[in-house]
């Protein structure tokens, strides 16, 4: 059982960055993929980015690429989502998600574990 809080969301202007984080409390944080969506209203949850155990895979979504980066700190049981040059399409939701494989999937029914979500606003 993992048990996953995220933070770090808030109201940023167009342009800037936030960074997001994602402490797993549980065994084995080490041994799962980690994973960001993001759902705005009325829309479905969608992959943004994931990282598998070890850090040496990474998954983007094509908008976010480039802007984005996710990473994983192991000893701290936590994974980051730094988002920059964020934009007004950018705002929703987010939520960090974990998979117990070692290889990075973008289907949100594949995770097993869920975090609260932590809102991201964005103006313009």
């Known amino acids: 059982q993992v048990q996953l809080v995220e933070s770090g969301g808030g109201l940023v202007q167009a342009g800037d960055s936030l960074r997001l984080s994602c402490t797993a409390f549980g065994r084995s944080f080490s041994s799962y993929t980690m994973s960001w969506f993001r759902q705005a209203p009325v829309e479905e949850r969608k992959f943004v980015a994931g990282?598998?155990?070890?850090?040496?895979?990474?998954l983007y979504a094509d908008d976010v690429k480039g802007r984005f980066a996710i990473s994983r700190d192991n000893a701290k049981n936590t994974a980051f989502l730094q988002m920059n040059s964020l934009k007004p399409e950018d705002p929703a939701v987010y939520y960090c998600a974990a998979l117990l494989r070692t290889v990075v999937v973008r289907g949100a029914d594949d995770y097993e574990y869920w975090g609260q979500g932590t809102q991201v606003t964005v103006y313009s």
């Open positions: 990282i598998n155990w070890n850090g040496d895979t990474t």
